[in-house]
């Protein structure tokens, strides 16, 4: 018998609390999901916390908003009263919004009128920058408070969890001390940090454009586009990760403008890899600064550092392997000019982490080079599999023809593939992936295989429009595409479950 069983809609998955996935078991479910439709949403306690406001800070929320200042108002909790001033400024502190910050019960926050518009625009600013109260400090408040009689049992690392995690870090980053890695409380606040540091030492320098190469995860692309001064001169995007020469006009039109370049090696969800040296090595003949993410393939499988002035990356996958912390690193490249000003200026934009967060990923981190390496077998036999079933149309992994090359430049073996394959079929889509017996839900890198049909849970906005197709097929990007995060269940059962969906 498989090891797979049907996950009904809105469960946690693996299960904990503090799941950073929950199951969307059909493609009525994401799109009820994606449209907020309330037969759907009102099975959904939790997900990927930087998308949907997990159950204990509603909770904590609803206790608060007994506060005669803050009744009836929408509330937002927050990592830091410096996130919730940012906030608080977005939103507008005059006018309509009249957004307050506040701190209640040693909580901060930012309260606002209660309409659709705002809590939409309030969502995606945290959504972007990381700057969610976190799920077990929503929690530890909640007890500390007597709302809630305990915290859910759990294995946290009894000693110096920043220690421990920078320590197995360290093995990832040859040459990295503790001093260059930076924790955060999430994979974009470190990226939304190093943004945010590489635009304060350039803008000064009269640079503050930015490149998107490739087609990149939606947060990034989104903090491009919406904090870059005057994106529509300024956000410049180069789509074909391979192209060369054309990177070298974009840099030759606007060199002396650039402040910096978003590298994801390899890219998400295509999972291409560019010529990561070529490309550093023109971006630094025109003085612009080098942010790279691994993320797709986690540290341990490609060697980036060297490339970077900032490696930007999320903890929550493959070091957070059990799916249950969200958490993230900037590490900062000390043989660089301005390696010194950077980690200064990194050090102030990132966000407090919650110290239960940081004790269990310090739980979990130490056995990552063996799930890492457990998982790079599995994803070579489930990619070869896909890439030649007559049903399956076209197939994306570390190691897919178009950019192989260039991903064993960086990559640290051969074998060293992650847990990610994309794919489209020859047949209907949706048919398949309600038929599949994988537990399906956003996120990757965990023990637990995950499908998702990604472009509806990262882009439904774009397939609804005629203009957002366009811009799909102009990044090769179907609608359709499925994105597979292979986990440690016997990879037999895997392959069994595709093949029987794909029958």
């Known amino acids: 018998m498989s090891v797979f069983q049907p996950i009904p809609l809105g469960q946690r998955i693996p299960g904990s609390p503090h799941s950073v996935a929950c199951s969307l078991p059909t493609l009525d479910d994401i799109i009820g999901y994606e449209e907020g439709r309330p037969e759907t949403t009102r099975h959904i306690a939790s997900g990927y916390p930087r998308f949907v406001v997990h159950s204990h800070a509603r909770q904590l929320c609803a206790h608060l908003g007994r506060r005669p200042e803050l009744t009836g108002r929408s509330l937002w909790l927050v990592t830091s009263p410096i996130m919730a001033q940012a906030l608080a400024d977005h939103l507008g502190r005059t006018g309509p919004a009249h957004a307050t910050p506040f701190t209640a019960e040693d909580i901060e926050g930012v309260a606002h009128a209660d309409t659709p518009a705002l809590n939409l625009r309030g969502k995606l600013f945290l959504q972007h920058l990381g700057g969610f109260l976190s799920t077990r400090a929503a929690e530890d408040h909640l007890v500390r408070l007597g709302v809630r009689p305990n915290a859910e049992p759990e ?30 409380p999430s994979g974009m606040n470190a990226l939304h940090a190093a943004f945010r540091a590489i635009s304060a030492l350039q803008t000064p320098r009269g640079r503050i454009a930015w490149v998107q190469l490739g087609w990149l995860y939606l947060d990034t692309i989104a903090v491009l586009k919406k904090f870059t001064p005057d994106p529509a001169r300024n956000y410049l995007r180069h789509g074909d990760v391979t192209d060369l020469a054309g990177l070298e006009r974009l840099f030759t039109t606007h060199g002396s403008r650039i402040a910096g370049m978003v590298i994801e090696a390899p890219t998400n969800p295509l999972i291409q890899t560019p010529d990561v040296a070529a490309v550093v090595s023109l971006a630094r003949r025109h003085g612009a600064r080098l942010i790279l993410d691994p993320a797709i393939s986690s540290p341990f499988n490609v060697d980036l550092l060297p490339h970077a002035d900032l490696v930007a990356q999320s903890l929550t996958k493959y070091t957070a392997h059990e799916g249950d912390v969200i958490a993230g690193a900037v590490v900062v490249n000390s043989t660089r000019p301005d390696a010194d000003e950077l980690r200064r200026l990194v050090a102030g934009y990132l966000e ?38 007559p049903a399956v149309s076209q197939v994306w992994w570390a190691l897919q023809r178009a950019t192989r090359a260039n991903y064993l430049k960086v990559a640290r073996s051969p074998e060293s593939v992650g847990s990610m394959v994309s794919f489209t079929l020859r047949t209907p889509f949706a048919k398949f992936y309600d038929r599949v017996r994988l537990p399906k839900g956003p996120s990757f890198g965990m023990r637990t295989t995950l499908l998702s049909p990604f472009i509806y849970l990262a882009h439904y906005d774009l397939i609804n429009s005629e203009a957002g197709l366009t811009e799909l097929a102009a990044h090769g990007l179907d609608p359709g595409l499925l994105r597979l995060s292979v986990g440690t269940e016997p990879v037999e059962d895997i392959i069994d479950s595709l093949m029987e969906a794909l029958a």
């Not at 294995?155 to 924790?183: Q, T």
């Not at 239960?356 to 994803?379: G, M």
């Open 352 to 389: 407090p982490v919650h110290p239960r967060d940081l004790a269990r990923l310090a739980a979990q981190i130490a056995a990552t080079e063996e799930f890492v390496a457990h998982i790079n077998a599995s994803t070579l036999q489930v990619a070869a599999f896909l890439e030649k079933h």
């Open 155 to 184: 294995k946290l690392f009894p000693g110096d969890a920043p220690a421990e995690i920078k320590r197995v870090l360290r093995r990832a980053y040859a040459g990295a001390r503790d001093v260059d890695i930076l924790l955060a």
